[in-house]
T-cell receptor, first 114, second 111 residues
Framework: DAGVIQSPRHEVTEMGQEVTLRCKPISGHNSLFWYRQTMMRGLELLIYFNNNVPIDDSGMPEDRFSAKMPNASFSTLKIQPSEPRDSAVYFC????????????FGPGTRLLVL | DQQVKQNSPSLSVQEGRISILNCDYTNSMFDYFLWYKKYPAEGPTFLISISSIKDKNEDGRFTVFLNKSAKHLSLHIVPSQPGDSAVYFC??????????FGQGTILTVHP
């Protein structure tokens, strides 16, 4: 299995631009999670989907952030407009919804907003 | 409010000795605990887990201990190897599907 795939691996953009991060979960997994890692806040959950439906988006920092999961094999996290404080590493993770909690992470997208 | 805490930002250990990483939690609803390991420029990878019905789980050189009354868990690595040098995250779940992570501990194993 290829594991969780994220693209791009690195993104450098200017403040005000739209940024779209992409994720392909492990085939057969039905839960998908978006995390953000920063030095200050560590690894924090932004949103998660179960069977393509958003279940909990309480971690999404503000309206500039949005996430979609149009089908079981693809999800996007969009930031519009981007700000320098959005600079972080964004991880996507997936799991089979057995309730045991073991999630499998992608390699992350390192975002720098200038 | 940090529900999962790793109070040691870093730990340095000699190769061959034991590494002990600690984690405390505050939410009594957590009933499943995991340790993840993260190398630079990679995503966290699952290492070992423990259910709240157990107090110990062992997998090769890695053992996780859970003390529910103290709301404390620890990861023991013995013997430690230079390849174990990484950031270790403790995580907890209440079977909702969500994981709450600690801030991480940087482990350095010296040859």
């Amino acid at each position: 299995d290829a594991g969780v795939i994220q693209s791009p691996r690195h993104e450098v953009t200017e403040m005000g631009q739209e940024v779209t991060l992409r994720c392909k979960p492990i085939s057969g997994h039905n839960s998908l999670f978006w995390y953000r890692q920063t030095m200050m806040r560590g690894l924090e959950l932004l949103i998660y989907f179960n069977n393509n439906v958003p279940i909990d988006d309480s971690g999404m920092p503000e309206d500039r952030f949005s996430a979609k999961m149009p089908n079981a094999s693809f999800s996007t996290l969009k930031i519009q407009p981007s700000e320098p404080r959005d600079s972080a590493v964004y991880f996507c993770a997936s799991t089979l919804d057995r309730g045991e909690g073991t999630q499998y992470f992608g390699p992350g997208t390192r975002l720098l907003v200038l | 409010d940090q529900q999962v805490k790793q109070n040691s930002p870093s730990l340095s250990v000699q190769e061959g000795r034991i590494s002990i990483l600690n984690c405390d939690y505050t939410n009594s609803m957590f009933d499943y605990f995991l340790w993840y390991k993260k190398y630079p420029a990679e995503g966290p990878t699952f290492l070992i887990s423990i259910s709240s019905i157990k107090d110990k789980n062992e997998d090769g050189r890695f053992t996780v201990f859970l003390n529910k009354s103290a709301k404390h868990l620890s990861l023991h690595i013995v013997p430690s190897q230079p390849g174990d040098s990484a950031v270790y995250f403790c995580a907890a779940s209440s079977r909702t599907g969500k994981l709450t992570f600690g801030q991480g501990t940087i482990l350095t194993v010296h040859p």
